[in-house]
């Protein structure tokens, strides 16, 4: 159709003539309110960021002197929010004299990353005064099945 025909023909309806395939020969273009077009796109827009989830980094808080089923609830939670794809802050914060034995804070981290290095790599390790940070992000099922395969042969 010619321009000018499409054009009368949107003016006529009260719309607009909007191009919506520039690259196809001839052009494609529509008769619609514009508003409502470009309200719609921004709608789409937003609810594909919403649904996109970059890697969040969630944080589980530890203490040298937690308990065995304490400290296994904890792991537990910990490979629950690996496998669904974030990355986790193992935080282990000490209380007052329990700084002068960061050993005991470091034994309780490494029971963590050793139960969850099947599904986990270390990213990051924090050794501040009264507290110990560690990041576990996780590692894709692909890569650690390409390493499986690797260590049987």
């Known amino acids: 159709m010619p ?10 309806s009260g719309l607009d003539l909007v191009q ?18 470009k309200y719609g796109q921004t709608k789409k827009e937003r609810k594909v960021r919403r649904s996109q989830r ?4 969630r944080e589980v808080r530890l203490r040298p ?14 490979k629950k929010l690996l496998e669904q794809g974030n990355k986790v802050k193992v ?31 270390v990213s990051s390790s924090v050794n501040q005064a009264m507290s110990i940070a560690v990041t576990l992000s996780p590692v894709s099922l692909k890569k650690s099945k390409e390493t499986e395969i690797d260590a049987e042969t």
Do not use: M, N
């Open 54 to 57: 970059v890697g969040l980094l």
């Open 65 to 78: 002197k937690i308990e065995e089923h304490d400290l296994q609830a904890k792991i537990k939670t910990t």
């Open 20 to 37: 919506v395939a520039s690259t196809a020969a001839p052009p494609v273009c529509r008769i619609l309110d514009y508003g409502k077009y």
């Open 91 to 121: 935080l282990l914060r000490f209380r007052g004299r329990e700084a002068a034995y960061p050993e005991l804070g470091w034994r309780v981290l490494r029971r963590v990353t050793e139960a969850s290095k099947d599904i986990a790599a």
């Open 3 to 12: 321009l000018q025909r499409a054009l009368q023909i949107a003016y006529e």
